[in-house]
């Protein structure tokens, strides 16, 4: 991957096109709004706000012409998503039951001695969960890739073809947000990060989620249950080391000294980092080389500027 920048949500007070600017990206682009499922390709707006022209790869409508000409790809692919959702729950049971001990722990008063190595371990097994989560998850996707082979179906084969045209056009590929469930799905239907053939790829709020090794679900503030941040997959690890939080502002406590604590240290030594409508970081050659607005969870729950490692 030559670059890849990661942006904060482009809805509102989209500064892509400054973006494009300060990175001299010129020409034609390629994007990926998967994500958008329905409403897929409805991006008027994206090319008039950078001035450029823009080639939706239809990925989520692509995707659903392959599983409409291969039955037995469709079905195992179902039965593979209800199996994840299932284990997703349960991991959600267990994850409930540790995240409320590892909090009680922090917030209790008493003996610095007693506590400390007691809270070290309410963490490792929020940890050790995580892990053995993820675990899980990768059997299940090789289980389904070994048995089902979907980039050597004739019909994956075919689109394939013609995405890498598209792609092998284009000066770099956006990957907007979306449903980050179906929008990882899709990508890693056509091959994942290979599909994007060494391209710059610029993605922003759920695109920049699925762009790290892992991708964690999280609201504070849900309408209903427990808001705990929940690792959900494996990303494209396009960007390395790191785990992004779009709508920070809006969906993390990020006053609240404690559950900030708890995430930067379950998640360690990857850095929990903001991603907010001003937000932005450029990676060139897995380095971190720009950063703006940007502000990463501590250890001891408090917010710091984004740095260069």
């Known amino acids: 991957m030559s670059s890849i920048t990661l942006l904060g949500p482009q809805v509102r007070q989209p500064f892509l ?12 682009f390629a994007a990926v ?8 390709g409805e991006i008027d707006e994206l090319r008039a706000h950078i001035g450029a022209e823009v080639t939706d790869l239809g990925l989520y409508a692509r995707a659903e012409q392959v599983y409409a000409g291969d039955a037995e790809l469709r079905l195992a692919a179902r039965r593979r998503q209800a199996r994840l959702a299932e284990m997703q729950e349960i991991y ?25 190595p ?27 890739d070994a048995e089902l082979r979907p980039l050597e179906r004739p ?13 092998a056009e284009a000066n770099a590929v956006f990957i907007a947000g979306g449903h980050v469930a179906v929008l990882l799905n899709r990508l890693r239907l056509f091959g994942g ?6 391209k710059p790829v610029i993605a922003w709020s759920a695109g920049a989620m699925v762009a790290c090794e892992s991708v964690v ?36 406590r990020l006053h609240d000294a404690t559950r900030i604590a708890l995430l ?16 932005a970081l450029h990676f060139r050659a897995g380095r971190l080389a720009l950063h703006a607005h940007c502000w990463q969870l501590g250890r001891q729950g408090v917010l710091s500027e984004v740095e260069a490692a």
């Open 155 to 167: 019909a994956v084969r075919a689109t394939l073809a013609v995405l890498s045209r598209e792609i």
């Open 264 to 279: 930067a240290r379950r998640f360690a030594p990857a850095r929990c980092v903001t991603l907010d409508e001003d937000s």
């Open 33 to 40: 709004t998967a994500g958008w499922q329905e409403r897929e």
């Open 217 to 252: 679900l999280f609201h504070d503030h849900p309408p209903q249950g427990a808001g705990n941040a929940e690792t959900f997959d494996e990303g494209l690890a396009l960007a390395r080391g790191l785990i992004v939080f779009p709508h920070a502002r809006t969906r993390l």
């Open 17 to 28: 096109a400054d973006v494009l600017r300060e990175l001299r990206l010129t020409g034609t």
């Open 118 to 144: 007691a809270r070290r371990q309410a963490i490792a097994a929020l940890r050790r969960l995580d892990r053995a989560h993820l675990a899980g998850i990768r059997r299940v996707r090789a289980q389904f």
């Open 92 to 116: 959600r049971v267990r994850l409930g039951h540790g995240k409320r001990a590892a909090r009680e722990l922090f917030e209790r008063d008493g003996d610095p001695d007693v506590l400390r």
């Open 193 to 198: 990060a290979s599909l994007l053939q060494d």
